[in-house]
């Protein structure tokens, strides 16, 4: 039984090994690439370093515009999170918890800006930030970022509060508490493991978010890791050895908080999916 079981589940296996394997070479192939000097990556672009190149590396690590472009994408990540998180919250509980007309036009509503490709407003945005004196300005990219990031993260959420029993919110109204005081002493401690998953996709669709950023930021002051790896592309054009290794530091910070929160973020979704 046990080898009729493995032998059906071969196929699948097989398939999480080529799907890892094209996600995995590439990553190996660019810090591998970083390690080694332009004219050894032309002669020898698949195999080990002859001589390992650490400069390339400390160099980049040691310059203070990558640290400030860290800097910048970090603090729009978190600001774009907790406003997304609290609005978006705030907005699930008074669709899942109370029933007022229009109410379920109104989600629909919000779910329709999942069809809403960013790349169609973004000549009315920035008129829009402009007249608002939001060029050049972290808000000018938090604000919008949130506000296209409300649809999924409203559903997401709904969804699990709509399953939080009933009679939970009957014995807190019993013992006095008001609807918001349910929401913010009940419903959110209950409500963390679909709260870590939203947190997550905010911080990794905010990091990975190119278009906007280089929409509103003209002053390199504020620009973002994205904007920071197309410009050093640029400006090292010729140098690939450097360019991997810029893309390499690029995503380490991505990778190290993806790997943290991965936990929280399958846990939420199988908690969000096995309620009821």
């Not at 192939?29 to 672009?45: I, M, W």
């Not at 990558?66 to 705030?90: D, H, M, P, Q």
């Not at 829009?128 to 949130?146: F, K, Y």
Request: overall charge neutral; hydrophobic content about 55%; aromatic content about 12%.
């Amino acid at each position: 039984m046990t080898a009729r079981s493995g032998r059906k589940n071969l196929p699948l296996h097989v398939i999480l090994v080529v799907v890892g394997a094209v996600m995995v070479v590439p990553l190996l192939y660019a810090v591998l690439s970083g390690f080694k000097s332009t004219d050894e990556l032309s002669r020898n672009p698949v195999g080990l370093p002859e001589s390992w190149v650490a400069g390339n590396y400390t160099d980049i690590l040691g310059s203070g515009d990558f640290w400030r472009l860290i800097g910048n994408s970090t603090l729009i990540a978190i600001g774009t999170t907790v406003l997304v998180v609290a609005v978006s919250a705030l907005s699930a509980f008074s669709f899942a918890r109370f029933a007022f007309r229009g109410r379920e036009g109104l989600f629909t509503l919000f779910t329709m800006g999942l069809m809403f490709p960013f790349a169609v407003a973004a000549l009315p945005l920035f008129l829009l930030l402009r007249s608002m004196g939001l060029l050049d300005n972290p808000l000018g990219v938090i604000l919008p970022q949130a506000a296209f990031g409300l649809p999924m993260t409203i559903i997401i959420l709904r969804g699990f509060f709509r399953e939080i029993p009933g009679e939970l919110e009957e014995a807190a109204t019993l013992d006095g508490c008001s609807p918001f005081g349910f929401f913010w002493r009940v419903l959110l401690p209950m409500a963390r493991p679909a709260l870590g998953t939203v947190s997550v996709l905010a911080v990794v669709t905010s990091w990975n978010n190119f278009f906007l950023p280089l929409l509103v930021f003209t002053d390199s002051t504020w620009w973002t890791i994205p904007i920071g790896v197309q410009q050093f592309q640029g400006q090292y054009s010729a140098d690939y050895a450097r360019v991997f290794a810029y893309l390499v530091l690029a995503m380490v910070p991505a990778l190290a908080f993806y790997s943290v929160a991965e936990r929280q973020l399958v846990g939420g979704l199988t908690a969000g999916a096995t309620k009821g």
